[in-house]
């Protein structure tokens, strides 16, 4: 089953999240604004995009250093063409306990059956709310709530679940949505997850003032639908669990911000041209792209990853300060959230 190697701070490499492309159909505000992601941006090219031999031979020698959960990421990962072959390659790998996706949603009814029977497991959905004028402020393509729905109801059909649904909430712009969400979700077998609005890479102006914390939103839900806190379902865990008294199933809290988790943080990134990154606010990658087209051997790759996870320290929303700010961090939309 592999080796187990942690790093500086004894947190083990527990989850890969692979970002397949780097190229979205939405151009949501917190990750992709239209103003820098315009119709002139230059996305990474066909031909410095990994593989799926070269992402599956490296999730095999990730799997050897203790890698037992893979999430694909983007950009928006259902636009990268045939993603089923890929997700077949990865099931098949020995040791691979979990492989899940992050989608918007967007393809998501067209593609779920064929993504189950490819060997998925789960997904995650993206949707900030259920007001269709808000939801298309976000996402700034006017693409409506009913089609996200759709692929939501789709997956569930097809058995990827438990579904996780994604709500990043913005002071201001979406927090008024907050119980039609959880009214929505609740009973449905879906777990909603409410996610601070971070300072991911460099583009998204970020303000302290927009962050809606945690603990607000816990106090909005309860105050309609009384909640009690769960205990995490396995170290690392990145959400705060709470289930309804009501027995209507459960929510989880994603507080970077305001209570960041990197004391336990087992997640490295990779690129869709190869780079990793050993923290979701890196300023820099390591190109594993250019080891797999100079031939090196499995076990070269490996004495990298090695390496690089054995120096990692990693803890930048622990730091989170005006020391930070300004910092040229990787952008969320080429590295997956």
């Known amino acids: 089953m592999g080796i187990t190697i942690q790093d500086m701070r004894t947190r083990p490499l527990r ?3 692979i970002s397949v492309t780097d190229r979205c159909n939405f151009r949501c505000v917190y990750c992709m604004p239209k103003e820098v992601f315009g119709r002139d941006f230059a996305f990474v090219p066909q031909n410095r995009l990994l593989t799926f031999e070269e992402i599956a031979r490296l999730a095999r020698i990730f799997i050897d250093h203790g890698v037992r959960k893979i999430r ?32 918007n949603g967007s393809l998501l009814a067209k593609q779920a059956r064929a993504l189950k029977e490819a060997g998925l497991r789960r997904v995650t959905v993206s949707l900030d709310s259920l007001d269709d004028a808000v939801f298309m402020a976000m996402n700034d393509v006017d693409f409506p709530v009913e089609r996200v729905l759709e692929g939501i109801d789709a997956a569930a059909a097809a058995g990827l679940t438990p579904i996780k649904v994604n709500m990043v909430v913005k002071r201001g712009l979406n927090d008024g949505n907050i119980l039609d969400m959880a009214r929505h979700f609740r009973g449905t077998g879906h777990v909603l997850r409410f996610i601070e609005y971070m300072d991911v890479g460099t583009t998204n102006g970020w303000r302290l003032d927009d962050v809606l914390p945690a603990a607000e939103t816990v106090r909005t839900i309860n105050a309609e639908f009384p909640l009690e806190p769960l205990d995490s379902n396995y170290p690392g865990e990145v959400a705060n669990r709470y289930r309804y008294r009501d027995g209507a199933g459960e929510i989880g809290l994603i507080a970077s911000v305001t209570r960041p988790f990197c004391g336990d943080c087992t997640r490295a990134r990779l690129s869709p041209e190869g780079a990793l990154y050993t923290c979701l606010f ?37 730091l989170r300060s005006s020391e930070t700010i300004g910092l040229p961090k990787v952008e969320m939309s ?4």
């Not at 990962?77 to 996706?101: E, H, S």
């Not at 076990?299 to 996870?309: D, H, K, Q, T």
């Open 15 to 17: 989850d890969l999240r």
């Open 72 to 103: 694909l990421t983007g950009g928006e990962p259902l636009v990268r063409r045939d993603l089923p072959r890929l997700i077949a390659m990865l099931a098949a790998i020995p040791g691979l306990d979990d492989l899940t996706l992050t989608t």
């Open 282 to 318: 890196a300023t820099v990658g390591h190109d594993f792209r250019a080891l797999l087209r100079e031939g090196r051997s499995d076990e070269e790759i490996g004495a990298r990853v090695r390496s690089l996870w054995g120096k990692r320290d990693d803890r930048y929303s622990e």
């Open 334 to 337: 080429y590295i997956g959230g």
